[in-house]
């Protein structure tokens, strides 16, 4: 079993920063891929920025190049994304996926809960 905790987000002024965590639990082996994801009201959920284990690239959409960095430490199980030059339109549910080997060598996909973003003056 794995437990995905997400925590970081909140109310932040436009131009402002939050760094967001997804700490994964349990019966791992690797993370194999994680990816940060959002979803305002009345949208699609869409991918925000992705790392692949083992791969020196990672992926961000157009609206988070040079402004959002994923990350993650292997040693604790956590990825994160460091969110800078905030803006409105950024707000948002944000959610981390994992794509795990266990213990057992079996890959199993997980969501965290979603933590709440808001970018307002």
């Known amino acids: 079993q794995v437990q995905l905790v997400e925590s970081g987000g909140g109310l932040v002024q436009p131009g402002g920063s939050l760094r967001l965590s997804c700490a994964a639990s349990g019966s791992i082996f690797s993370i194999m891929f994680a990816g940060w994801y959002r979803q305002a009201p009345g949208k699609q959920r869409e991918l925000v920025a992705s790392?692949?284990?083992?791969?020196?690239?990672?992926y961000y959409a157009d609206f988070a190049k040079g402004r959002f960095t994923i990350s993650r430490d292997n040693a604790k199980n956590t990825v994160y994304l460091q969110m800078n030059s905030l803006k409105p339109e950024d707000t948002a549910l944000y959610y981390c996926?994992?794509?795990?080997?266990?213990?057992?060598?079996?890959?199993?996909?997980?969501w965290g809960q979603g933590t709440q973003v808001t970018v307002s003056s």
């Open positions: 790392i692949i284990s083992g791969t020196n690239t990672n």
């Open positions: 996926y994992l794509n795990i080997r266990t213990l057992g060598s079996v890959v199993r996909q997980y």
